[in-house]
């Protein structure tokens, strides 16, 4: 009798049902939640499943004291790891009570009254990544979950899913959070196997377009399950074809940042222009009880974050690359542009940019700049000074895994 009645509560659940009633509010996201790449910080890159209400708690604290929060990062999201190994008894989710004993509505109202957004983790096969229930099968129940706890953003990964299709799974999430009634910032973490950028602008804020992250600058790492890693480049790198299905509410989102995390300062302050570039989402994955100065001028750099929330919302884009020094640009709102040399190689190189012999050219949104027609000014967005403008070639010394990002103003 016991697996009759809870064979009959999945299926209410599955479908859809509540308290009798069908769900027939109109499918779809909340619109309007992420019209510029969402901020904030992730717990799994540093803390995996190690993870407490301490934590959350001191990370909140400093996210605010530091200046991080007033830089634009403003979520705090929970990764795997925060509820325990079963439901209970009425197929709910139980936030593990030794990790958060004041429980995760209080810790959750904590975050608030900080001025900060909270975020939560599931996935939608039968388990998480790390073996905690998944949601397959509790659409709706877990929806109305969230909302009663009142978090404003759900990460939803892709473990487990044996027998159930990317667009279906995500859409069904998707239209029960619109259903539960709280805005919810959704998080499509499918790792592009399915292209979720082909169907994911009307169910999704917001979509993984790799594997995961690895604090390595252009490195595979192999795991011995048999998956991989990826450093940042390779993920800058990875979808060839796809800046034309991002923009405002709907973006190609990167991975959490691996700033403050194993590689060196260079090679972070790379990382970081590269996400602005991107218009990826920036959530950090460092500990911010332990991060440097450095760390923390990189992560709050206002003229590279500026770039990643130009209201725009255009993805940048490789516009040459010759012996291991390579150049991105990305279209700003007001006629400007954002340009990144990057140093690719293992020595260093000299710059000796020809602004009039580069013509850019944006083939997917119709942007250009004839350098020849008009000059701009130019800003060193690291150094915040200018630094001429488009007429005199520009030249410049930069490091192995260095960077140099200017702003093109007119």
Request: charged share 25%.
């Amino acid at each position: 009798m016991k697996k009759i009645i809870l064979g009959l509560a999945l299926c209410v659940s599955f479908f859809g049902f509540s308290q009798g009633n069908t769900h027939t509010q109109a499918a779809g996201k909340f619109e309007g939640l992420a019209m510029t790449p969402p901020m904030g910080w992730n717990s799994w890159n540093t803390f995996a499943t190690n993870i407490d209400e301490k934590l959350v708690k001191e990370t909140a604290d400093i996210m605010v004291s530091s200046g991080l929060a007033a830089a634009g990062y403003n979520y705090i999201v929970l990764d795997d790891g925060w509820m325990t190994r079963e439901r209970d008894a009425n197929g709910d989710l139980v936030p593990d009570p030794v990790k958060f004993p004041s429980g995760m509505k209080a810790l959750i109202d904590y975050v608030h009254s900080k001025g900060l957004k909270f975020g939560l983790y599931n996935c939608a096969g039968t388990q998480t990544c790390a073996g905690y229930p998944g949601t397959r099968g509790y659409e709706y129940q877990d929806a109305r979950f969230y909302a009663k706890l009142g978090i404003d953003f759900l990460k939803y990964d892709w473990c487990n899913t044996k027998g159930i299709t990317a667009p279906e799974a995500y859409t069904t999430m998707s239209n029960a959070l619109k259903t539960a009634g709280r805005p919810i910032v959704f998080s499509l973490c499918e790792w592009g196997d399915n292209q979720p950028w082909d169907w994911g602008k009307p169910v999704g804020n917001l979509w993984r377009i790799s594997g995961d992250i690895y604090p390595c600058f252009d490195c595979e790492f192999k795991h011995p399950e048999n998956w991989s890693s990826w450093g940042f480049m390779k993920i800058a790198e990875m979808r060839k074809d796809i800046r034309k299905y991002s923009g405002p509410d709907h973006w190609n989102d990167f991975d959490m940042m691996e700033v403050g995390n194993e590689m060196n300062d260079t090679e972070d302050k790379s990382h970081f222009a590269m996400w602005c570039m991107l218009s990826s989402p920036l959530f950090t994955g460092n500990d911010y009880r332990k991060m440097s100065k450095e760390t923390l001028a990189i992560l709050t750099n206002k003229e590279l974050i500026a770039v990643n929330q130009d209201k725009l919302g255009i993805q940048g884009f490789k516009h040459s690359a010759e012996d291991g020094l390579e150049v991105w640009v990305k279209p700003l709102s007001d006629g400007n542009w954002a340009v990144t040399f990057l140093n690719r190689s293992e020595v260093s190189k000299k710059i000796n940019f020809d602004w009039k012999k580069n013509a850019i050219k944006d083939v997917d949104f119709g942007y250009e700049a004839d350098f020849n027609k008009t000059t701009f000014k130019l800003k060193n967005l690291w150094t915040n000074k200018d630094s001429g403008n488009t007429k005199k070639n520009f030249t410049a010394e930069l490091a192995s895994h260095d960077c140099i990002t200017l702003k093109l103003s007119l």
